[in-house]
């Protein structure tokens, strides 16, 4: 994929399965473009013939191509009729790698511009590219060199256990600055994620599931895709609009590109949108629309959460669904995610009061048997409140109990363990 800019508008647009070929653009499977992409591109892409018959497209003069993060290569001021075009120097495989660019008819070509540290790796695979065609005469397969050495690569960090907790401990030393807690099994659901593992993350509401997904991230060192309830195909895979265009999806982009695609309430999910998950997981490749197949980025990975173990709806969460065993049976491992008492007293700041409150309530909720639910979301607003307003009645009215009538309250007030909490006296006031 490429993205090329407009010099006058400053509109951008995308053009995927394609790659630079002595200033070409071509499609890079060998495949003919289609009847809507030309037409759909006209006036920006002018159709050629390549020296091996096959289509491919320049730019027009109006266009240019926008290489890395948003950066672009300088563009130099257009030749006078009178001067020659700058040539290109000579190259070989041992003293530098293939430089590909793309450049209108009428503008000299650039030097390429010093490469900065994201775009190492990119050097080296053309290094090795340029090598190996030395080597072979020029005859190289170069998709089945990058799928070789992707392949090897995850290898290596699969294998390297030590390697994996180094990484552990330095994405924690790093959130140490920010104050940063993990649940107890953090560790472990790191370490299978970063081997290529599905996790699923189960528990009741608010325990924690979605902020240890994006911990799980930020210590593998991965993009962070997020996403909740798929209720149709379209939601995982994406769709064409009616330019043609492919509208993606967090799951594509961490599929395409690598990264941490998290599914949150994976249990109330659409079947159907299941079903794309399934399929991608199984076969390591999906047909998107438009795009057409692609392989799992090596370092594509997928953690899913819900409320329940995925067999349907209980008394406590009456719109889990139940999902079919093939669907379950794509994660290797289940990882139950609960209250933590560590956690708890971090959110609470510290504050002793409320972290014992809220346990010995939800013991008490517990007991009676009552539906309610207090999360981590009650104790980060009980500790706002301690911190301004300071109405304990009030928050548990507002907060704690929100949804529970008197005769809920007075039988969970009752089966409270320790009536003499500041936070326990506050709600008797309530009933």
Known sequence: MITIKNISTGETKKVFNTEFVNGYIRNNEGKVFSKR?????????????????????????????????????????????????????????????????????????????????????TTNEQALIAALKNLRGGAVDITKVREIVADELTKLVATDAKKAAKVIEAAKRSNEKKNEVYCAKFQRIVAKVSRGNNVYLFGPAGSGKSHTAEQVAEALGLDFYGQTTIQFAHDVRGYGDAGGNYQDTPFYKAFAFGGLYFQDEYDRSNAEAAIVLNSALANGWYDFPIVGRVEAHPNFRFIAAGNTLMTGADEEYVTGQEIDASSRDRFAYFFEIDYSHEVELHIAHGNEQIVSFVEDVRQAIKETGIKHVVSYRATAAMIDEVENENDLTACCDESVFKTLDVDARREIYERLNDKTNVWAKAFRKLI
Do not use: N, Y
């Not at 790698?97 to 030097?111: F, G, M």
């Open 37 to 121: 992409f030309i037409s759909s591109w006209a006036g920006i892409l002018t159709e050629t013939t390549g020296e091996d018959g096959q289509q491919v497209f320049t730019l027009s003069a109006d266009w240019e191509v926008v290489t890395g993060k948003g950066e672009r290569k300088p563009r130099q001021p257009k030749a006078k009729k009178d001067e020659p075009k700058a040539q290109d120097e000579p190259t070989t495989s041992e003293a530098q790698p293939e430089v590909v660019e793309v450049v209108t008819e009428d503008e000299p070509k650039v030097e390429a511009q010093p490469q900065t540290q994201a775009e190492d790796d």
